[in-house]
């Protein structure tokens, strides 16, 4: 199995950065993307960003494209998510996972899960 530790949420004004981080360790092998997600209050848990470990290729939801990218560091096995410009609406649980499939944005399609950070964005 893959643990998976995030970690860089906080507390944070409206326009402000934050960068998450989350860190892969154990099988990792058979991982041919991450991805993160999300989880407000009261909501789903919803797409945010995926990658493609080998070739690097990302993907986003339409809510944060254009503020988000994530990246990731093979070496480290260690994926980021840089997110700009934070709106309110951001305030959420984030969560990392990994799939099997090389491109994936639906949670069923993920298999290992981290505990989760959180990011709250205030007015």
């Known amino acids: 199995q893959v643990q998976l530790v995030e970690s860089g949420g906080g507390l944070v004004q409206a326009g402000g950065s934050l960068r998450l981080s989350c860190a892969a360790s154990?099988?990792?092998?058979?991982?041919?993307?991450m991805g993160w997600f999300r989880q407000a209050p009261g909501k789903k848990r919803a797409f945010v960003a995926g990658?493609?470990?080998?070739?690097?290729?990302?993907w986003y939801a339409d809510s944060v494209e254009g503020r988000f990218t994530i990246s990731r560091d093979n070496a480290k096995n260690t994926v980021y998510l840089q997110m700009n410009n934070l709106k309110p609406e951001d305030t959420a649980v984030y969560y990392c996972?990994?799939?099997?499939?090389?491109?994936?944005?639906?949670?069923?399609?993920?298999?290992?899960w981290g505990q989760g950070t959180q990011v709250t964005v205030s007015s």
């Open positions: 996972a990994t799939s099997s499939l090389i491109y994936a944005r639906r949670e069923s399609d993920f298999g290992s």
């Open positions: 154990g099988r990792t092998f058979s991982n041919y993307a």
């Open positions: 990658i493609s470990w080998s070739r690097g290729s990302t």
